[in-house]
């Protein structure tokens, strides 16, 4: 099991920057590639970045290209998220995402790929 918490997230103005950061737990978290979600209200969860287990490969969701970055720290065993110049269509509810080595290589865009997701936290972005 990797139980995975997600921190960071609050209110921010249009324009600012939020770092998000996903803690985990249990098995060895670097085995696991690493994805960030999030699900606005009344839309289906989308993909926002994942990042392989080594770091050395990232993609990024069309929404946040070019104003975010993902990152990794295995001897924390941590992941975070950077979203600058946020807009208020970058509220929602965000979510960290654990996937094992053992699937395979994959650019990490779908849910299912999967195996353990956080609780997720919550930003809202005001303009």
């Known amino acids: 099991q990797v139980q995975l918490v997600e921190s960071g997230g609050g209110l921010v103005q249009a324009g600012g920057s939020l770092r998000l950061s996903c803690a985990a737990s249990g098995r060895t978290f670097s085995s696991y590639a690493m994805g960030w979600f999030r699900q606005a209200p009344g839309k289906e969860r989308e993909f926002v970045a994942s990042?392989?287990?080594?770091?050395?490969?990232?993609f990024y969701g069309d929404s946040v290209k070019g104003r975010s970055t993902i990152s990794r720290d295995n001897a924390k065993n941590t992941v975070f998220l950077q979203i600058n110049s946020l807009k208020p269509e970058d509220t929602a509810v965000y979510y960290c995402?654990?996937?094992?080595?053992?699937?395979?290589?994959?650019?990490?865009?779908?849910?299912?790929?999967?195996?353990?997701w956080g609780q997720g936290t919550q930003v809202t972005v005001s303009s």
């Open positions: 995402a654990a996937r094992s080595s053992q699937r395979g290589p994959s650019r990490g865009v779908l849910q299912y790929e999967y195996d353990y």
């Open positions: 990042i392989s287990w080594s770091g050395g490969n990232k």
